[in-house]
């Protein structure tokens, strides 16, 4: 049977729609790993916060009390836990694709290896910042009429908050292109994933503790692209918000480019042995 014939917009629009089914249905990733992971923890751990410290502001203790939420702090979990949670399942999806049966059904309908994983990170990365736009706009939309006293100085209109609504979703969809390509880079969907949670959540923080610790952490491109979102943290890169965003996609954009190199070297028939 020869192979189908397609241009390379074709195969990309193949890629999404075959991606959009594969990860449909009650069983799928989406279900199992994207809704929770990227819609309902964010929003949980969020109200639980918000739930917590509201009430603890209504003791009028003393000994305890509680500072109001800034909009600058509003959307860090769905920074630090939506958006990641949607390039760890980017990140699966494409390292599964590489292996087994799917490797195979991959290497036959998409010819040039780059328009499957173009696909995916297409169909990944534009859901996730879908939903991290919602998330972002519910939550500073509910927030300070729910919260007065802990999120009664968020605002949807002020600056931060218009800069959330269209950065965020940008380092979303960064994120699972970072993801696409550290997965093909390394070919194994549990190292993929495991590589980039430990790079995430440990190496970019834990960075620090080692000499000019500061500097470096400073080039750090998931640190630079939260906060080129304008979310608060401790750190001052180079550049300023814009430029940190602009940092995290370039090297989100090479990481995927060596990461589409590595799926081509994989594809290629080994030299039959005398």
Not at 11 to 33: K, M, N, P
Not at 63 to 90: H, K, M, Q, R
Request: some cysteine; hydrophobic content about 55%; charged content about 10%.
């Amino acid at each position: 049977m020869s192979k189908p014939h397609l241009t390379a917009p074709g195969q990309i629009a193949r890629g999404i729609a075959a991606e959009h089914i594969r990860a449909g249905g009650l069983r799928s990733l989406l279900v199992y790993a994207g809704i929770p992971g990227v819609i309902v923890l964010p929003l949980l751990i969020t109200f639980g916060i918000a739930y917590a410290s509201e009430r603890i502001a209504a003791l009028n203790s003393t000994e305890i009390s509680v500072a109001a939420f800034p909009t600058e702090n509003s959307a860090y979990w769905v920074l630090n836990f939506g958006a990641v949670a949607g390039a760890l399942i980017a990140t699966y999806a494409q390292a599964s694709s590489m292996r087994g049966a799917l490797g195979d059904v991959d290497r036959y309908l998409y010819p040039r290896s780059w328009t499957s994983t173009l696909a995916r990170w297409l169909y990944y990365g534009l859901l996730t910042a879908a939903v991290s736009l919602g998330l972002i706009a519910f939550l500073m939309a509910v927030l300070p009429v729910a919260f007065p006293e802990v999120y009664g100085d968020v605002d949807l209109t002020s600056m931060i908050g218009v800069r959330f609504l269209l950065t965020v979703p940008i380092y979303a969809f960064f994120a699972c292109g970072f993801g696409i390509g550290l997965a093909g880079l390394i070919g194994h969907p549990a190292a993929a994933v495991a590589v980039l949670l430990f790079w995430i959540a440990i190496v970019e923080d834990a960075i620090i503790f080692i000499p000019n610790g500061g500097k470096v952490q400073a080039y750090m491109p998931f640190l630079n692209g939260i906060w080129g979102t304008g979310q608060f943290l401790v750190m001052t890169p180079p550049w300023g918000k814009d430029g940190a965003l602009v940092w995290f996609g370039a090297v989100a954009v090479v990481i995927f480019l060596l990461g589409t190199g590595g799926v081509a070297l994989r594809r290629r028939p080994r030299r039959a042995r005398h």
